[in-house]
């Protein structure tokens, strides 16, 4: 595909893909739905028709194909000669521009509208290919309507422009829309406004599928594509909404999975909900007022921001980096011994340190896959049991995205700071009874109180899988003390007795020691989060409405 087409977000819709849509279709109107002459359909983004063709022969007359360039407008003619087919900018062009038969049957009331239309998917202000920034693609009339109807960024969207103007357009028309569009509409936090006041519809049937089927998308980054039949003259809201903390919608939105081959694999039912739903708004945030350095990963302080995040709140135990509400946020999560360099960061302190694992957990757990990419997170449908919160610390804790460690003499601001990890997992008085091969690693124990976590995870009754990581977890600190002598700790500023996970992993992996440890474990911890990921529905945290036959794995690649 042309840069130029790339940047407007064009994407001609894979064939394969088109003939389901229209199979969809028909079995919504059934046999003779389309060629009853009772219906008219406007695809106001034709392109090169790969929409339509499969539609059949014989209601080309009843078509209207609309389109930006005049090459398509030829293209269009040859191809469906008994359609009509004419230039339109369906986002800046006005009712004069329509031809007069179009404008006759839109003021027909017994004429019943079919919109199909897979719009461009361009952003504004969003990199383009090859760096080309795509700055002002969406600088149209309908996103200025909207600007003024205050709906915000949102209007950046051409998509969601064609949306604006099709719910205004129809909204007194009967009239079925079939939609090609990524699911942000109805899943994102900042679509919510849009959702309440425009696009209110009713669901009838839909699939989605890979936007690695579309040529010139990104090859690493794929998310998932919709086609959904609605009803928008039957206005019913798509948001959910809190009942006595129970999760209500009213409509289900299922999705059939179609596979790369438009095989259905499974379905999925899409969560719309509110934002003030969100797991991000549930754990609490405390104020954050002291300096401490901030950091730009488990053993480095960055000092080159121009926007510095430099504070913690009392009590700091770690910095949770969660932006974003998304799963694919996913890879934006960690735990660092001090606050995040960046914005999408929250102090950890004993007072949210349960939230903090939770939310931890849930962002790490599940496999972040182009059918739950966009997937929001939510708040507890419940009360969580003590065990569940537990089984999520002990994850967290040996996961490779637990960042904290612990750091002498780190200067900042021409201050001295000690960093002290928190979340190392066992006692002092443990520990001492170890071999250490170190002097200077046995010196520090002198003195030393438990970190929080030890503390915490001493009072806490752990099930199985969590006692098996705990219990093997030990093995492995045991000889990482017992061959402190052979492991580079310069090279991972390992100066006490309480180095971060981080710090003990890469210093046995660097040296080639304990390898065999580290696989169990590794394993070990996986089979928790399996056990933990089934919870995460049941208490809606995480959607649970995917259904598929062949179950690949759910874990995080980690």
């Known amino acids: 595909m042309d840069t130029t087409q790339t940047r407007r977000g064009v994407f001609p819709t894979p064939l394969p893909f088109a003939k389901k849509a229209c199979e969809y279709l028909d079995f919504l109107l ?100 090859q760096g080309k920034s795509k700055e002002g693609v969406a600088h149209t009339k309908i996103r200025k309507q909207m600007h003024d109807d205050g709906l915000g960024e949102v209007s950046r969207e051409l998509y969601v422009q ?45 699939f989605m599928f890979s936007s690695e089927n579309f040529g010139g998308t990104s090859k690493s980054k794929h998310f998932p594509v919709s086609f959904i039949l609605w009803d928008i003259g039957q206005k019913i809201p ?6 006595d903390g129970r999760m209500v919608s009213e409509q ?10 438009t095989h259905k694999i499974g379905t999925k039912t899409i969560r719309s909900a509110t934002r ?27 000092t080159g921001n121009v926007d510095t995040r430099n504070r913690i709140a009392d009590g700091f135990l770690a910095s949770l980096m969660c932006p ?29 340190f349960e939230q903090a694992v939770v939310v931890f957990a849930a962002r790490r757990i599940p496999k972040d896959t182009w059918f739950n990419h966009v997937d929001q997170l939510m708040m507890p449908n419940q009360e969580l049991p003590p065990q569940f919160i537990t089984d999520c610390a002990v994850w967290s804790l040996f996961d490779g995205k637990n960042q904290t460690a612990s750091l002498r003499n780190v200067m900042y601001q021409n201050c001295i700071y000690q960093v002290a990890n928190h979340f190392f997992p066992f006692s002092v008085s443990e520990i001492a009874a170890w071999p250490m091969s170190d002097d200077q690693i046995a010196a520090s124990l002198c003195g030393a109180d438990d970190s929080f976590v030890a503390d915490w995870l001493c009072k806490r009754e752990l099930s199985e899988p969590s006692q098996n990581v705990l219990d093997c977890a030990r ?38 020691c304990g390898t065999d440890l580290l696989a169990e474990i590794r394993q070990r911890h996986d089979v928790l989060g399996e056990q933990i990921l089934p919870a995460l529905c049941a208490y809606g945290i995480t959607a649970d ?13 980690r």
């Open 475 to 512: 093995r492995v600190y045991r000889h990482y003390f017992a061959h402190l002598r052979v492991l580079r700790r310069l090279e991972f500023k390992i100066e006490r007795y309480d180095a971060g996970w981080y710090q003990i992993q890469r210093a046995l992996r660097d040296a080639e």
């Open 30 to 129: 059934g046999k003779h739905g389309l060629q009853s002459g009772q219906c008219r359909l406007w695809d106001m983004a034709a392109g090169t028709g790969n929409l339509e063709l499969e539609l059949p022969q014989n209601i080309q007359q009843f078509c209207y194909l609309s389109t930006l360039e005049h090459d398509d407008v030829k293209h269009l003619t040859q191809k469906f000669p008994n359609a009509t087919s004419f230039q339109y900018n369906y986002l800046e062009d006005d009712a004069d521009k329509i031809p007069q038969a179009l404008l006759n049957d839109l003021d027909n009331p017994k004429i019943k509208w079919i919109i199909l239309l897979n719009p461009p998917y361009a952003t504004a202000q969003e990199a383009g290919l």
């Open 324 to 352: 974003g509400n998304e799963l694919q946020s996913q890879p934006q999560t960690a735990f660092l011994s001090g606050p995040q360099a960046s914005a999408g960061a929250l102090s950890v302190t004993p007072d949210n």
């Open 276 to 302: 003030n739903q969100f797991l991000s708004r549930w754990i609490q945030r405390p104020r954050a007022t002291q300096v401490f350095p901030p950091f730009g990963s488990a053993l480095t302080v960055k």
């Open 162 to 206: 064609f949306l604006y103007r099709i719910m205004n357009d129809f909204k007194h028309r009967s009239t079925v829309l079939g939609l090609f569009a990524p699911l942000k509409y109805l899943v994102s936090a900042n679509y919510q406004r849009f959702r309440e006041r425009i696009f209110r519809a009713t669901f009838h049937s839909g």
């Open 252 to 261: 289900a939105i299922c999705l059939d999975i179609l596979d790369n081959t």
């Open 238 to 243: 798509t948001e959910s909404q809190s009942e």
């Open 545 to 557: 409405g995917i259904r598929l036959p062949f179950g690949p794995s759910q874990r995080a690649n």
